[in-house]
């Protein structure tokens, strides 16, 4: 099936005119600025995020995927395509693309209707006039069809550009069924049968159609084995697509989808794709216009975003001064991944159409997103949606997929990356009983109808059913997280070193008599209200939780699935050991307490129990399984505009030191291991050590050590109530 009209993605432009496109004419200098317009075409309904079951791949995190072997050539191939190496690809085309990172929302992406009660009998035929079989999933065996589908309830255009050369994606979506019906080349206007005029034309009936699929969004995600949709590789148009729904909540909580030139295809005969040529939740691959080379990435290949970024001039990129749309985005790529879906001529990554796509957020909010003050006029022209991707853009056009040296005359073919931003990483676990089986009853199958047509959406984990903590309205998530992401325009907070503290767990109420710098103290024993007098008195407050232990009086106890729950932890009764493996099921807990430390103030969090690949917990747990785990920790802790410190674990503190803001120990000089976070001192960081009175230490045993380490070294009781020593 031809997919080629993406190849152009309307990417063929100058840099100068892609500036134009990223930041839109420049705003007047005088005078009142517009409201900023509405969609064209503004769907009026909710979908259902997170889309797909909670186990699909677009579901599935990505922080403990193993990174390939193959990894470092697979994005070296990737890098030299992207900048015009044709090598091995078919049909050869011209080099022109434009090697940058890209998210379609105007052009070339998927707008999204809602169905109607009608019916319509839908020709299966391309732009080129070429009839198509139906999918089989219809039931219908003859070139061209028709296929039965339901009637748009309105207006429907299929995407731009107005063109014969464009891929015309189209999405119908039925909220009383949760059916999603995808188009591929869909026409609304023709001047005879398999006469298109092409896509970007509005129109109330669609009469044709090169290819037509459908999806329960409740499903797998995914398709029958060798089955194509209105992707070459199967995938669903709307899986991993960037929706108002998900800016809305605060957190892009999916996989992404994006595209790349030449897809791998190996196989002597094309139009049979090996099965080693793609892979789960694609179901086939490109058949027109792919890559021959055995290191090429296949349909349905993961990847993701490293901790580090570099820019397209081979700088580190500081991500505190990206805007909040944009480390959304960024935090979604490293949890979450994305898969290839498409091919293209860039690095290309999808949102929901500008036409359809209604963002549901003030002025003040939209300014937020976009790293604009509160009060500042949105620009003129364009609807919020379009300010907020288009603002995005702005920003990864110039984070690469990868960076290497590139001197006058270099041929694309033997170019070399000095640093890459992304890793190809396994793919995803495709979940027992979860494969799509093919259907013949000439129907699309039906779910039962809810009570409303628009359900009441709320922002939950993928992982696990929602839960009263961890299941947070839009209305109330987004300001909170707005918020975090306002507070961090500059940088979450950093400790400097020598920065003094006090540590208190037990025995309220809080003891605020000492002079210090930084309170530690517990989640669920403190108020908003307690943290906002420590602020006021000028003081920055560390949120305590365990993230590596079931503790059986905590609030949320019950949340935890017993699969994760393993043996005692020595000496502290009622609390257990966590199997930090399995992120999916902790994700939802761990989301829910960061969103309580957030909302109560908090400046940063101490994470306790990061430890336990190091202990017997009843799993075997590895030293990457901890820093999985770990890192992706730091990246919801910062995600909340919130600081996060390596509790003890000093072991990993040289894979850990970029990502972490400040290190806390127990006992390190008892214990002789102070060394170990030393690294963290210099390079400017805090590290924060607590020595306990029964191991028989003194002050005068360490402080002398602590002084010359530079160490905010102070003496407590175990069960870490007021007492506290410091070293004079």
Known sequence: MKRGPSFTIGILLTVASLAVLVRGPARAETGVQPAAITPAFPRAFTLPIPLFAADSAWNQTAVTAAVLPTSDQQVLVTYRMLHGDPTRLYPPVPADWLPVTWVNHDEYTVPIFRAGAGQQNVLICDYDGNMEWPSPKFGVDQLGGPVPVPAPAGTVRPALPQSKGSDGHLVLYDPNTFMSYDFWQATTQRTAQCASRGAGYPGTVILEAGA????????????????????????????????????????????????????????????????????????????????????????????????????????????????????????????????????????????????????????????????????????????????????????????????????????????????????????????????????????????????????????????????????????????????????VSSGWWKPAVGTTWQWQLEDPPLDRSFDVGMYDIDLFDNEASTVATLHAEGRKVVCYISVGSWEDWRPDAAQFPSAVIGKNYEGWPGEKWLDIRQIDQLAPIMRARLDQCQAKGFDGIEPDNIDGYTNDTGFPLTYQDQQNYNLWLANEAHTRGLSIGLKNDGDQVGDLLPTFDWALTEDCFADDWCADVQPFVTAGKAVFAAEYTDTGITLDDFCAQAATMKFSAILKHRNLDAWRQTCP
């Open 212 to 487: 037509i699929d459908f999806f329960d969004v409740r499903g797998s995600g995914t398709n029958v084995d060798t089955y194509s949709s209105a992707h070459a590789v199967g995938t669903p148009l709307l899986a991993g697509l960037i929706l108002p729904e998900d800016v809305e909540s605060g957190v892009i909580a999916h996989a992404l989808a994006f595209a790349i030139p030449g897809l791998r295809n190996l196989s002597s005969d094309h139009f049979e794709p090996l099965p080693s040529d793609y892979f789960y939740p694609a179901s086939t691959t490109e058949t027109d216009y792919y890559s021959t080379n055995p290191h090429a990435l296949a349909a349905g290949q993961r990847i993701r975003l490293k901790q580090s970024l570099v820019d397209d001039a081979g700088n580190p990129v500081n991500e505190a001064q990206l805007t909040p749309i944009t480390r959304m985005f960024l935090a979604a790529l490293r949890t979450y991944g994305a898969y290839l879906v498409d091919g293209a001529g860039g690095f290309i990554f999808y949102a929901e159409d500008t036409s359809t796509a209604d963002l549901h957020l003030t002025d003040d909010q939209v300014n937020l997103l976009i790293g604009e003050s509160p009060g500042t006029p949105l620009p003129a022209g364009r609807t919020k949606w379009q300010i907020v991707i288009d603002a995005l853009d702005d920003e990864i056009v110039s984070i690469p997929f990868a960076y290497g040296p590139w001197p006058n005359g270099q041929d694309p073919a033997t170019a070399q990356i000095t640093t890459a931003n992304f890793e190809v990483v396994d793919p995803a676990t495709q979940p027992s009983g979860n494969t799509p089986t093919p259907t013949a009853t000439g129907q699309p199958p039906t779910a039962t109808p809810t009570p409303t047509s628009t359900p009441t959406v709320v922002a939950t984990s993928p992982a696990a059913s929602p839960s009263p903590s961890a299941t947070v309205t839009y209305l109330i998530r987004l300001p909170m997280i707005l918020k975090a992401y306002h507070a």
